[in-house]
């Protein structure tokens, strides 16, 4: 797969609606920066790409049906599109947290 950039999208999903995301863009993708230090940066959020990588958040949200949690969503731009690496939550137990 040719990636061009990889994004991530952190967020906050409470009764089951995302109250907050934001898009941010690798300086480098990870998988190239191994050994290396390595960050990212926010996309203006009216910026169509990161509209798209918050649209595609909900969406990931709303088809694992989560209520409750804080989620990490790994995205690769590619010369066909937004691909989805990986989903990291944190579901929020009334008893604490659970990682999934």
């Known amino acids: 797969m040719s ?5 991530h999208c952190d967020g906050v999903v409470r009764s089951g609606r995302v109250r907050v995301a934001a898009a941010s863009r690798y300086f480098a993708p990870p998988l190239r920066a191994r ?21 595609l958040h909900t969406e990931v949200a709303w088809a694992l049906r989560l209520r409750d949690a804080v989620t990490h969503l790994e995205v690769f731009d590619t010369p066909d599109g937004l691909v989805i690496r990986c989903q990291r939550i944190l579901k929020i137990d009334p008893v604490g947290f659970r990682e999934n």
């Open 3 to 7: 990636v061009t950039d990889e994004y």
């Open 35 to 55: 050994g290396a230090s390595h960050g990212s940066h926010f996309v203006d959020p009216g910026h169509p790409l990161a509209r798209d990588i918050v649209a």
